[in-house]
C-alpha cells in the first residue's frame, strides 16, 4: 500500500506550493495530486500533458417541479440550509443555500423534488517531468468540494496500487473547510506551512487540532522565519509542546515568487532555500 503524505497550511499564500513542488522534485517514485484547485499554481509549476479528460459532478441540488408541488410546505419547514423559499407563490429551492442532502425530495409527499446531477469541473490524469500527476479545473463559480478532494486522491491511490508506485504527495487547500478534511484523511503524515505571524500560528493551531481530531501524524514548516525570528521561535516552541514535529524553518528569498512567474520549481531556482528544503523533505520521509 503507498504512503500518502500532504502539504496543507492554515491559508493561501504561505509557501505551501513552494514546498510541494519542492518535495515533487526531490521524490522518486510517486504520483502528484493537485487538491488545491482553486489556485492553479502546482498546475503552473509542474507543467502537465493531460492524457486523459473526466468529468466532475460536483453537488447535486435539489429541485421542485411547480407543477406538481402541492404547497404543503414541508421541505421549507424541513430544510435546516433555509435552502427553500416560497416566490410568487411557487416553493423554489436557493442552490446557493442547498446543501444536497436530499430530505426534502424523501419527505415531498406529491413526489415534486428531484436532485439535479450537476457538472462543476474537470479532473485529468496527466503526465509531468516529475511523475503522473492527478489534478482539478472547476468550472468559474464552483468550490472546492470535499468530494473533488476524495475522488482525486481516491484515483492517485488506484493508480499507485496499478503501477506499484510507493508515494502519493497532495498539494492540499488551504484552512480549515471540506476540502482540507478529506485531504488529511486517511493521510500517513501531514506536513503544515505556516508563516512567522500573528494569524499563522492561529491557523496553525486551527489545522493541527484538524489534524488530531483525525489521528494523523503532523510537521510543522515555517516560511520566512527570518522576517520575524522571535515568531518563528514560539512556534517552534508551540509545536514541541503539542506533539508535533518541527521540521524546519526556509529564510525568505525573493526570488522565490520570480522562480513561480518563470514558471520554475522554487528549489531549483533558488540556493538560499535548497539546504532547508532538503532537511525538511528527508524528515518528513523519515515519518512514512
Ligand atoms: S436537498 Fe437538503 S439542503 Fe437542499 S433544499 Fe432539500 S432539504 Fe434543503
Ligand atoms: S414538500 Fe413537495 S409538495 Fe410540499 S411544498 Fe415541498 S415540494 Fe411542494
Redesign the pocket.
Known amino acids: 500500500m503507498s504512503k500518502e503524505i500532504v502539504i496543507i497550511s492554515g491559508k493561501g499564500g504561505t509557501g505551501k506550493t513552494t514546498l510541494t513542488s519542492s518535495f515533487a522534485y526531490l521524490m522518486n517514485d510517486k504520483i502528484i495530486v493537485d487538491a488545491d484547485a482553486d489556485a492553479a499554481d502546482m498546475y503552473i509549476l509542474m507543467n502537465p500533458k493531460v492524457k486523459s479528460k473526466n468529468l466532475f459532478k460536483g453537488n447535486s441540488p435539489a429541485k421542485?417541479d411547480t407543477d406538481?408541488?402541492?404547497?404543503?410546505?414541508?421541505?421549507?419547514e424541513l430544510c435546516r440550509f433555509g435552502a427553500?423559499s416560497v416566490i410568487n407563490g411557487n416553493?423554489v429551492v436557493n442552490e446557493m443555500k442547498c446543501d444536497s442532502c436530499a430530505l426534502?425530495k424523501y419527505?415531498?409527499?406529491?413526489d415534486?423534488?428531484t436532485m439535479v446531477d450537476t457538472i462543476s469541473g474537470e479532473w485529468y490524469e496527466s503526465d509531468t517531468p516529475y511523475g503522473i500527476m492527478v489534478h482539478a479545473k472547476l468550472y468559474p463559480g464552483a468550490e472546492n468540494s470535499g468530494n473533488l478532494v476524495t475522488m482525486v486522491k481516491h484515483r492517485a491511490h488506484i493508480l499507485s496500487e496499478e503501477k506499484g508506485i510507493e508515494h502519493i504527495l497532495v498539494d492540499g487547500s488551504p484552512g480549515i473547510g471540506c476540502p482540507v478534511i478529506s485531504t488529511i484523511s486517511g493521510a500517513d503524515f501531514v506536513v503544515i506551512v505556516t508563516e512567522p505571524t500573528q494569524s499563522g500560528i492561529h491557523d496553525l493551531k486551527r489545522v493541527k487540532k484538524l489534524c488530531d481530531s483525525f489521528k494523523v501524524k503532523s510537521g510543522v514548516v515555517v516560511n520566512k522565519y527570518d522576517l520575524n525570528k522571535q515568531m518563528a521561535h514560539n512556534i517552534e516552541k508551540f509545536t514541541d509542546e503539542n506533539g508535533s514535529m518541527f521540521l524546519g524553518n526556509i529564510p525568505f528569498d525573493q526570488n522565490v515568487s520570480y522562480a513561480i512567474v518563470r514558471k520554475e520549481i522554487p528549489y531549483v531556482a533558488c540556493d538560499k532555500i535548497k539546504a532547508p528544503i532538503e532537511s525538511i523533505f528527508n524528515k518528513s520521509m523519515e515519518q512514512l
Open positions: 421542485i406538481k408541488c402541492t404547497k404543503c410546505d414541508k421541505c421549507r427553500i416553493y426534502c419527505v415531498c409527499p406529491a415534486a423534488i
